[in-house]
Nanobody
Framework: QVQLVESGGGLVQPGGSLRLSCAAS????????IGWFRQAPGKEREGVSC????????YYPDSVKGRFTISRDNAKNTVYLQMNSLKREDTAVYYC????????????????????????WGQGTQVTVSS
C-alpha cells in the first residue's frame, strides 16, 4: 500500500521558518516527480515547489521563490520543503504528491493545471503563519 505522510506543520510567526517532511512507503520516491501543493480556505490548490524525477530540476512559483526549497533524501525515502521568511499568506494545508509524468519540474506540472498527473497524495499538514 502506497502512503505519503506529511509532517512538520504548525504555528509560526511571520518571518519564521518550518521544514515539512513527506515520507513515503510502498514506493521509491526518487523514481517520482514530487510536488508540494497548498490549499487555503476558499482557494484552489496551488503548487509551491516541485522536483523532477531527474532530481536535478526544481520549480518554484514567484510567490515562494527565494524562500522555499525542496530537496530529497533518497536514503530516507523522504522529500522536504524548507520554508523560510514565512508570510501570513503562506497559511494553508500543505500536501505532497508523487507523479511519473513530468521528468523535469516545470511550471505546468507544479500548478493547478498539472494536478491530474499526480497519482499519490498525502493527507496534508496545516501551516499557520500568525503573530
Amino acid at each position: 500500500q502506497v502512503q505519503l505522510v506529511e509532517s512538520g506543520g504548525g504555528l509560526v510567526q511571520p518571518g519564521g521558518s518550518l521544514r515539512l517532511s513527506c515520507a513515503a512507503s510502498g514506493l521509491t520516491l526518487d523514481h517520482y516527480g514530487i510536488g508540494w501543493f497548498r490549499q487555503a480556505p476558499g482557494k484552489e490548490r496551488e503548487g509551491v515547489s516541485c522536483i523532477g524525477s531527474d532530481s536535478g530540476s526544481t520549480y518554484y512559483p514567484d510567490s515562494v521563490k527565494g524562500r522555499f526549497t525542496i530537496s530529497r533524501d533518497n536514503a530516507k525515502n523522504t522529500v522536504y520543503l524548507q520554508m523560510n521568511s514565512l508570510k501570513r499568506e503562506d497559511t494553508a494545508v500543505y500536501y505532497c504528491a508523487a507523479e511519473l509524468v513530468y521528468v523535469i519540474a516545470s511550471g505546468y506540472g507544479c500548478s493547478a493545471e498539472g494536478l491530474g498527473a499526480y497519482d499519490y497524495w498525502g493527507q496534508g499538514t496545516q501551516v499557520t503563519v500568525s503573530s
